[in-house]
């Protein structure tokens, strides 16, 4: 029996009500989530003045979430990989909405620190989740697209509504101490609302056949899903013990994790800071610089990556996206140290420029294919994809856990021109490494992609 065949009507399938469905409460909370850090970034020596902090509790305050995602995408990724999708999915909805409503009650530092931390493990859940169960649903025709807009459009567009809402509440003078908490609980609304949609998803049909051999319910959820009849003769579980299949397919997962974790260290988050950024240029506005990159750059370069995603492939946009950024960042520094070295509208305008190209090019690239979750997915097979797209959020979120460290300690210790020279490098040499290293995956079924219909085939084989 082809494995390819019983998911035949899913991956041929027109995208439909359940897709849009999918596809919505998917965004959602990757909305959420942006919508969150970036009021962090914007916030932070807001926040740190309002609670009188400094030292390590500054430190926390700005990173405790990625301490907490790393364990959260642990938790997640090893249960959805033995209990099931089904089984954990809008639980990780559930503490970004209660992270985010304790946080709009919080007096002091320590307690901002520890909602942050119950949303973080919200966040682990979510880049573990989301791509999952959106990915093993989705046709192989438009897959890359549908992952790649739960963050080329939703994750902008929730740093939009986070500077919008910081830029309303300044415009009306409202106290500092009172507009975080208007913000974080605005926040909580939106997964708070699509808990209970989650939680009615069914069951991932990959999960159903791969893991769990329950042929009657696959065939229910195909139906349900495609309105198709699919015919199951043969017991389909992947019978390779799962430490097996980790040790065979470390290889992808560590690649998955390592250009995740290579994004982080030519981020906008760490190496294009907020602060470092927009004042030289002219704006000390961080919620308007926030907004302005977003809609200028950040965007476009998402809606593109769209258009271009099934149809180039994931390699080529990763590569030219890591390479954009890498350029972007040497340009930078090059402008700002050696041709304009004063800080009027020239510099403004050339180092907008240079920096817009930079976060089009990110968005355009590995914004939304490796951050996007498109690899775990793609390059794993259904039996360890769990436990596998956990180890890689965990790597991506130490990622940005060592960048948020080494910046600045490169900054303070070399100067800004060795910190954004080595980043710019690293660009380089995550753009090679994708041209080098990754299999391209468009518009292949997953057990296509992931080379269990070959194994499937050899292990049917040897029983006959």
Known sequence: MNLKDVFKPLDEAKFNVYHLNSLLITTLGMFTISYNTTFVAI???NLSKIFHVSGILFVLLATSSLYAAVIGALIFGFISNFKGRKAVYGYEALLLSIGSILGSLTNNAIEMILTQFIFGIGIGGDFVMSPIVLGEFAEARDRGKL??????????LGSVASSLVILALNSLNVPTDLSYRIVLALGSIIPASIIYLRRKVPESPRYLARI??????????IKKVTNSDVSV??????????FELMKRYSWFIFLAGLLWFLDHMVNPGGVFSLALVAKPIGITNLALFSLLVTVLASIPGGLLNLALIDRWGRKPLEAIGFLGMGLSLIAFYLLKSFILS???DTLAVIGGIVLGLYHFTHNLGPANISAAGIFNVELIPT???????GLVVAIDRTGALVNSAIFPFLVSNF??????GLGGFLGIVAAIATLVLVPETKRKPLEEATGED?????????EK
């Open 43 to 45: 916030e932070i020596d």
């Open 147 to 156: 992952l790649a807009f739960a963050v080329g459009v939703t994750g902008p």
């Open 212 to 221: 769990k051999g329950d042929n009657e319910e696959l065939k229910n959820v």
């Open 233 to 242: 003769n043969a017991d389909l579980r992947d019978r390779t013990p799962w």
């Open 342 to 344: 004063s800080s009027g």
């Open 383 to 389: 039996k360890i994809r769990g436990i596998g797209s």
């Open 415 to 420: 100067g800004l021109g060795l910190a954004v």
């Open 454 to 462: 070959r194994s499937f085939k050899e292990f049917e084989e040897v």
